[in-house]
């Protein structure tokens, strides 16, 4: 099997693997314990937590670990919510192509009576640093903009967005679920409040991220309950998932420019061949993306069909977010970049590994131009595309 579906989730390395094992095998005691046995796993989570701080410029106490990137996501958005209300300001920036555990949890927030302005992207799939100054209000308590979405790969102008928030006085979190592994981050440089990311998308565990949080930004409980996490995050901790994490992020970023170098000409290589295809769009930027990041539309063909079909071919894809697949709702990020109903339905994302090869990515072009023929032969709407009864959207 050819796997490109590394956005929505990543295999363990070996490393993460045996470093999980190895903690499940000897440090499986309660780190809130007082005897031996805790405090040999306590030790192992400082060590984990000081790892990963240092990985993002952070200070081990401002790093809380959670159940993945939805949960952290969830209680920053809490936190900043709170953290406002107390000063009378109920009003919270983010953008429309946010992943949904951003979007969702906004609704409830709305539904608690909190105001939401979700700032447009643009064609290129950038959110526009001066579109968020001017969305930010008196009353604005936080600011949430992702730091690389997850559909189209695009990378934000964080540190920019980070320097206006922090010149208002306004929290800023940014979802970098999954720039963590691939980009480099520091939250003190880029001006970072609250940061979350996930290990499953970086070759560590599912179930397991990190809530970074700025000393003197004071989290609120999702969870209530024991006094782990500092009193942030009750629940006792799962170390062979935080000790994998911590090996996995420190393995992706001791390799990340090797790794970013080889994947990038894959990716240009992948988009080249793409290209040739008639009527087909890469969608976001072209060079401010992830280096494993490919989407594509193409007009006239269903995702879906395209997804099946390709996987019958050994070729793991995805439409879009693998959370939204499933429903027939073209994806919102596509949407929110401008790009028609009829043509967001035909988009197809391919996100690369190491392990991927140049004769994948061959591979890979040979079956997607000819799976992508096969079902435009059968499909009414192209036929009135070529008849000239409908106009082509893409050139
Ligand atoms: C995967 C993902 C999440 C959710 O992370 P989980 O650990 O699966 O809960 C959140 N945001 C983005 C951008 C993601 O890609």
């Given amino acids: 099997m050819i796997y490109m579906d590394n956005a929505a989730t990543t295999p363990m390395s070996e490393t993460a693997k045996r470093v999980f094992l190895d903690t499940a095998d000897r440090f499986w005691g309660n780190p809130s314990s007082l005897h031996t046995s805790g405090q040999v796993a306590a030790e192992q989570l400082f060590a984990a937590r000081q790892r990963i701080a240092a990985r993002i410029n952070a200070d081990p106490r401002e790093i809380t670990f959670t159940s993945g990137g939805s949960e952290a996501d969830n209680q920053a958005l809490l936190t900043g919510a709170t953290l406002g209300s107390r000063k009378g300001k109920k009003h919270i ?31 290129d799939g950038v959110v526009r640093p001066e579109d968020v100054a001017a969305a930010i209000r008196e009353d604005t308590a936080l600011v949430s903009v992702m730091f690389a979405n997850n559909e189209v790969g695009t990378v934000q102008p964080i540190a920019e967005i980070g320097a206006i928030c922090r010149e208002k006085g306004v929290l800023f979190h940014t979802d970098a679920v999954q720039a963590a ?21 970086f070759h560590g565990p599912k179930g397991v991220g990190v809530l970074y ?34 090996a996995a992020l420190d393995e992706a970023c001791e390799h990340m420019q090797r790794d970013g170098a080889y994947m990038t000409a ?11 295809i008639p009527h087909s769009k890469l969608n976001g930027d072209p060079v401010k993306r992830l280096p494993g990041n490919v989407n594509f539309c193409f007009e006239g063909i269903e995702g879906e069909s395209l997804l099946l079909l390709l996987d019958d071919r050994g070729i793991a894809a995805s439409s ?46 040979r079956d997607v131009t000819e799976v992508v023929a096969y079902l435009r032969d059968i499909s009414p709407v192209w036929e009135e595309l070529e008849k000239g009864v409908r106009q082509h959207v893409i050139q």
Avoid: W
């Avoid at 953008?95 to 064609?123: M, P, S």
């Avoid at 480099?184 to 609250?194: E, G, L, Q, R, S």
């Avoid at 994302?349 to 190491?354: H, N, V």
């Avoid at 140049?358 to 890979?364: G, L, N, R, S």
């Fill in 93 to 123: 920036v983010s953008t429309k192509f946010e992943h949904h555990a951003i979007l969702h949890a906004l609704k409830r927030l709305e539904k608690q009576g909190y105001e939401v302005t979700l700032v447009d992207v643009n064609a």
């Fill in 181 to 201: 592994g691939h980009l480099p981050i520091d939250v003190k440089a880029m001006n970072i409040d609250m940061l979350s990311l996930s290990a499953h998308k």
């Fill in 213 to 246: 949080a700025r000393r003197g930004v004071f989290l609120t409980n999702l969870i209530e309950g024991g006094a782990q996490e500092r009193g942030k995050r009750a629940g006792t901790e799962n170390l062979p998932g935080i000790a994998s994490m911590a």
């Fill in 266 to 276: 894959l990716r240009d290589r992948l988009i080249e061949g793409l290209r040739q």
């Fill in 320 to 365: 879009g977010s693998a959370c939204t697949s499933g429903s027939l709702d073209p994806s919102h990020v596509l949407l929110a970049m401008g790009i028609p109903h009829e043509v967001a339905h035909g988009s197809l994302r391919l996100t690369l590994s190491p392990e991927i090869t140049e004769a994948d990515i061959d591979k890979t072009v």
